[in-house]
């Protein structure tokens, strides 16, 4: 299995507050994704990162943020959660970007905002 | 924009059955197909990837397809088990941008005893 771990693995917070999520890898891949996963949406990218410092935005990035200083950490946060963003939350890595390359997903954090 | 689709949604099966899940996409321009498992709570586990350039995978009793031009991928399960139970995912990773995964909403798979 691929070195990646998610922290917290559960989190229950209120609405209004902020909420950083963990992603580490120990494989030094370049690329790390965050994707949510819900009934009837399935699995949708948030944000991902090209490199340390390199981060663009996915399909349903709005009230999230990202940040990546270091090969190994990528961190999601809420900026001041809504219902909306109670979700399993699930980070993958890819030791490329191109086309050749699979991703390998970490076990996920459950999120619920109250 | 891409699109994913898996038929059926759900699945049940008795144990020693070959079955088929399916996946359609709506744009051939991608560079790879995936498949996923998951089971309840759990993460994904990569089961198999198909380069778009390639017809077909195999691993041990799993045997995916592809056929970009109609825009369709199957996963082939042999002499299902009980402990193949859990939902699969199928996802592209589409050309045109950023190498992102597209996914499918899964089938889920009963296989049993």
């Known amino acids: 299995d691929a070195g990646i771990t998610q922290s917290p693995r559960h989190k229950v917070t209120e609405t209004g507050t902020p909420v950083t999520l963990r992603c580490h890898q120990t494989?030094?891949?370049?690329?790390m994704y965050w994707y949510r996963q819900d009934p009837g949406h399935g699995l949708r990218l948030i944000h991902y990162?090209?490199?340390?410092?390199?981060?663009d935005k996915g399909e349903v990035s709005d009230g999230y943020s990202v940040s990546r200083s270091k090969t190994e950490d990528f961190l999601l946060t809420l900026e001041s959660a809504t219902s909306s963003q109670t979700s399993v939350y699930f980070c993958?890595?890819?030791?490329?970007?191109?086309?050749?390359?699979?991703?390998?997903f970490g076990p996920g954090t459950r999120l619920t905002v109250t | 924009k891409q699109e994913v689709t898996q038929i059926p949604a759900a699945l049940s099966v008795p144990e020693g059955e070959n079955l088929v899940l399916n996946c359609s996409f709506t744009d051939s321009a991608i560079y790879n197909l995936q498949w996923f498992r998951q089971d309840p709570g759990k993460g994904l586990t990569s089961l198999l990837l198909?380069?778009?350039?390639?017809r077909e995978q195999t691993s041990g009793r799993l045997n995916a397809s592809l056929d970009k031009s109609s825009g369709r991928s199957t996963l082939y399960i042999a002499a299902s088990q009980p402990g193949d139970s859990a939902t699969y995912l199928c996802a592209v990773t589409a050309q045109g941008g950023s190498e992102k995964l597209v996914f499918g909403k899964g089938t889920k798979l009963t296989v049993n005893p």
């Open positions: 198909i380069q778009s350039s390639q």
């Open positions: 993958a890595i890819s030791e490329r970007g191109g086309p050749s390359y699979e991703q390998y």
């Open positions: 990162s090209y490199g340390v410092k390199d981060t």
């Open positions: 494989e030094n891949h370049r690329y």
